[in-house]
């Protein structure tokens, strides 16, 4: 059976506010929207019909949401396989992870932060993730079928990407992204960016190359999506285009729980930019065009493109 993804959204809300989320223009018009059972019920059967077997529920935080555990049993019913992304600042309390990670497929954890005082700095509240206990109800309650962890590097946290790697590693954490963030000048302006979110991706990258080697030498399972491949060692290329792709962003198709429907007949590499890269003059130059990322929307305005160097 071919893999066909389904992006469905259940609800807008989250009870973190992290520095680089570019979600939150669409979380502040949908904040009061309701949705029910049976709105997520008639998108499940409506893509079953198409062949949709995967589902995932994204953006915002699934584990407060007051329909989630209808959605997850739903889900079941009709026999999707389901992927979850979370914050996990829920997870460390047994009650909830024993009701709902039983009925999850697939597991992406979004680790910012290991420590309580960076955490609470990138996400800009109180909440604090338990790691230790959520790792234990993970191990307690999961049939472990496919765990990856996501990591956003800003400002706040470049400086112990390789200490929260080592520690993902530790906890039997096989499958890992370092993720170039998402800019969004025009609800966050540009000093925020430059002060808490946008590093150079020259600074970047510095840190990434060792974390690469390391990811190599343990069996873990990389990915750099959202990095252009001309920032990268360009004597060493090919062994990084099967860390930058996207494993399956080609397969998605988004359904937002509202009466707007986004349906993508042909998410091939040429025609689907992802996340919205930038397509600038430079980068069509470029013969890995069809396959790169190419560079944040917002990063020429933040930072020239003195990085960017078209490949030949």
């Not at 989250?14 to 979600?23: I, S």
């Not at 590093?199 to 990389?222: H, M």
């Amino acid at each position: 059976m071919n893999y066909k993804r389904l992006e469905i959204y259940v609800w807008w809300t989250c009870n973190q506010k992290c520095t680089y989320c570019m979600e939150f223009p669409n979380m502040e018009k949908n904040w009061t929207k309701k949705v029910t059972k049976y709105d997520i019920l008639k998108k499940l059967i409506k893509y079953k019909k198409k062949w949709y077997n995967h589902v995932t529920y994204l953006w915002w935080e699934p584990f407060i949401q007051p329909v989630f555990l209808d959605a997850l049993m739903l889900w079941k019913k009709l026999w999707y396989t389901i992927l979850v992304t979370t914050n996990a600042s829920t997870l460390h309390i047994v009650s909830q992870a024993s009701k709902y990670l039983p009925k999850i497929d697939e597991l992406i954890l979004s680790v910012e932060a290991i420590d309580r005082e960076t955490q609470q700095k990138i996400s800009r509240t109180n909440v604090y993730v338990q790691w230790e206990k959520v790792f234990e109800n993970i191990y307690t309650f999961w049939k472990w079928a496919y765990l990856k962890a996501n990591i956003v590097i800003t400002k706040d946290n470049l400086e112990i990407l390789s200490d929260i790697i080592i520690y993902l590693k530790e906890k039997w954490v096989k499958d890992i992204a370092i993720t170039y963030p998402d800019i969004d000048i025009e609800y966050y302006w540009e000093k925020h960016i430059l002060e808490t979110v946008a590093i150079k991706y020259s600074d970047a990258v510095k840190k990434v190359l060792p974390i690469i080697d390391y990811c190599d030498k343990n069996n873990v399972n990389l990915k750099i999506p959202d990095f252009p491949f001309c920032v990268l060692p360009y004597d060493e290329n090919n062994k990084y285009i099967k860390l930058t792709d996207d494993y399956d962003y080609q397969t998605r198709v988004k359904i937002l729980s509202s009466d707007h429907e986004l349906d993508r007949k042909d998410l091939s590499n040429i025609s689907l930019t992802p996340r919205d890269r930038k397509h600038s003059e430079i980068c069509l130059e470029c013969k890995y065009k069809n396959i790169c990322w190419w560079h944040s929307v917002w990063y020429e305005s933040l930072f020239w493109l003195s990085e960017i160097k078209a490949i030949k």
